[in-house]
């Protein structure tokens, strides 16, 4: 099997097109997967991504240069032909696909094989070598469909709207707010939101992604005004002044690290609710099925654990070690709960 792609200091590298994916250091050329921000990184010359993750991206690194490119668009650099498809992951997300010489990789970035509703849903692409992100890769993560999620954040909301609490519900900036808005029930009291959370709206609302009316907790709103309400915020907000101001209140979390019982309690949450925006184990394997690959590289998550499951399942799989990992991976403080590799 040629090599693609091969891997060095500043990222993941593409000899024959002169250009990284993903790279963790500043670079001439970067194909980005999508905005968060241990993948779109400042500092590099020139950036391609889709023209659903550009506003994002430029949104959160100012002026840079880019160009945008359509799903399943191909576009040829140097010798190498790339294109992108939908990862699932969180609005404009996507893996990369690069082929050389009719040698096919894919890069999944970090992706999601469940429709959120949201986003685009995750669509599986053929090659011969696929480098996937394993950041909940142990058999303990499986998910409960959304319905059932959104049934409990809903019914959480609700019961302390009753009681005069308002719900402040941790969540990050960029996905998995506005995932959550998505899913919940706009009729049950006012949705408030910290400045993080409602510019990244404004951007995705230009966009047209549907999003339910919200209102920006600026300094001269009062929380008295809206009795009830569920703020959405990003966690480090949750245990700061910034969340004193609401009074009487609830605080729930929602994050697939809150499957772990250790981690709920040292968020020092009332709440946790299981909800990521990652494949969990049967989605990872689901992907890596759907791929026909037979050369696997497992990268941030619990790479050890996965690339030894899979080799003995008959993959041949190694772990590569990257420097990706953030928005979800925040939330675990602990090495012992958060892949060592990530």
């Given at each position: 099997m040629a090599n693609v792609l091969t891997f060095r200091p500043e990222g993941i590298y593409c000899p024959a097109g002169d250009f990284y994916i993903d790279p963790w250091r500043p670079v001439d050329r970067a194909l980005i997967t999508h905005g968060h921000s241990d993948h779109a990184r400042p500092g590099h010359a020139r950036y391609l991504a889709t023209h659903a993750a550009l506003p994002v991206?430029?949104?959160?690194?100012?002026?840079?240069?880019?160009?945008?490119?359509?799903?399943?668009?191909?576009?040829?650099?140097?010798?190498a032909s790339v294109s992108f498809h939908p990862a699932g992951h969180l609005p404009g997300s996507a893996q990369i696909r690069v082929e050389v010489g009719g040698e096919v990789w894919v890069v999944s970035g970090d992706y999601k094989t469940t429709p959120d509703g949201l986003c685009e849903p995750f669509e599986p692409v053929r090659c011969h070598a696929f480098?996937?992100?394993?950041?909940?890769?142990?058999?303990?993560?499986?998910?409960?469909?959304?319905?059932e999620?959104?049934?409990?954040?809903?019914?959480?909301?609700?019961?302390?709207?009753?009681?005069?609490r308002v719900s402040i519900l941790g969540a990050y900036a960029l996905g998995k707010a506005q995932r959550l808005l998505h899913m919940i029930d706009a009729d049950i009291g006012p949705i408030l939101t910290h400045?993080?959370?409602?510019a990244t709206n404004a951007v995705l609302r230009r966009q047209g992604y549907p999003l339910p009316d919200t209102r920006h907790v600026a300094p001269d709103?009062?929380?008295?005004?809206?009795?009830?309400?569920?703020?959405?915020a990003p966690p480090s907000a949750l245990g700061a002044s910034w969340a004193r101001r609401f009074g009487t209140?609830?605080?729930?979390?929602?994050?697939?690290?809150?499957?772990?019982?250790?981690?709920?309690?040292?968020?020092?949450?009332?709440?946790?609710?299981?909800?990521?925006?990652?494949?969990?184990?049967?989605?990872?394997?689901?992907?890596?099925?759907?791929?026909?690959?037979e050369k696997i590289f497992a990268t941030h998550g619990y790479t050890e654990i996965f690339a030894r499951w899979l080799n003995s399942a008959g993959w041949d799989a190694e772990v590569v070690p990257t420097e990706f990992g953030g928005e979800e991976d925040e939330v675990v403080d602990s090495p012992g709960e958060q892949a060592p590799a990530s």
């Open positions: 991206m430029q949104h959160r690194l100012g002026e840079i240069t880019a160009e945008g490119i359509g799903f399943g668009e191909t576009r040829r650099i140097g010798a480098i996937t992100e394993c950041t909940f890769g142990l058999p303990v993560f499986k998910w409960r469909p959304q319905n999620v959104a049934a409990e954040v809903n019914a959480w909301w609700a019961a302390n709207a009753a009681a005069g400045g993080a959370v409602e709103l009062n929380p008295k005004d809206y009795p009830g309400a569920l703020v959405i209140r609830s605080t729930g979390f929602a994050s697939g690290w809150m499957r772990l019982r250790g981690v709920r309690r040292r968020r020092a949450a009332d709440r946790g609710f299981v909800l990521s925006d990652h494949a969990d184990w049967e989605g990872l394997h689901q992907a890596i099925r759907a791929t026909g690959a």
